[in-house]
């Protein structure tokens, strides 16, 4: 799916040298490259806080910490995702709210997501799935009304730009109250182990949230709220500091085989191919609201499973994200979920798979992959 050493082979001498560099240094944690991360990825996001920290499941935990939510506030997330999402919702004993997806973009809902608001919601959680913001205009629309936070799971959509009616142009993770992210190996920015980042334009909550990543210190040794020990490693934030530059590249290079794709399955009727939404008809070179994070196609012929083993029999890495919804797990089923609200997510999880994409994808081997989908499908 990933091809994680192929773009590692194009700056492995800078990357090596970077490596000794921080292990000769002996800063290990929250050294100089850390700050630096911090500050080159405030520039690139145009947001006046980062906040790094050690994964993306924490600083979504963070975030909701920061922000002051309580045990029994309700926060509504999309039940098509990732269960990152709706694990801290439930370990920081709040109460996840599932809701539908859109069934064009992945994204969620916004008729499923009015009609999930209570008097005890108090966040809006959407996540940028497969690397397009969700539709962040009517979402916030719906946050102001109501007076909810809007916390961005950006985890997969880092470098993609979402652009309001009014052709305001911002970055995904920089629109709602506070953004996260995550630097997973596999992720559109990836280091080479787990890292994580928390964005927003709030600088008190940025205050908070810097001393909740590292055992709730403003001041060392003096605790002044429960914190947790989440910290980017200094070898981890020197990758993501010679990664950061190359991002725009990596999105394009992904763009680039997303319209290969596209093109390849454009005539093909049990290929449904990704749709952009904000009105965006996209795949233009310039465009920047997908950074195609997956490629992720709906298969229409009831033969999805088929052509996933099919794909692997012939050697081409394929997935299906995801299996299973949220609202079908053991750890967050629940009584108050009623199988007709997820008329979506329950049609998608049989439907979708997951193409191979990554940075060094080339047409020979895209070919080939187009080649042995319409083969089999036709
Ligand atoms: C990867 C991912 C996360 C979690 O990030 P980690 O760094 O693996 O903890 C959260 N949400 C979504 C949507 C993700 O894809």
Known sequence: MVDLL?????IQEQVDSKILEVVKSGAYINGPEVHNFQKEL?????VKNVIPCANGTDALQIAMMGLGLKPGDEVITVDFTFAATVEVIALLQLTPVLVDVEKD?????IEALKKAITPKTKAIVPVHLFGQCANMEAILEVANKHNLFVIEDTAQAIGASYTFKNGTKKKAGTIGNVGTTSFFPSKNLGCYGDGGAIFTNDDEL???LRGMVNHGMYKRYYHDVVGVNSRLDSIQAAILNL?????????????????????A???????????MGNGCNFICDTCDCHVFHQYTIQ????????LHQHLLDNGIPNAIYYPVALHSQKAYSDSRYKEEDFKVTNELIDTVLSLPMHTELDNEQLDFITKTILDFIK
């Open 6 to 10: 192929g773009q590692y082979d194009k």
């Open 206 to 208: 940025a205050h908070t």
């Open 299 to 306: 298969v229409l012929n009831g033969k999805r499973n088929e």
């Open 105 to 109: 973009t992945f994204n969620m809902n």
């Open 42 to 46: 405030e520039n690139y996001l145009g």
């Open 243 to 263: 990664k950061l530059p190359h991002l725009d590249a990596y999105c394009d290079a992904r763009r680039k085989a997303a319209r290969y794709y596209n093109n």
């Open 265 to 275: 399955f454009k005539n093909e009727q049990n290929i449904v191919t990704p749709k």
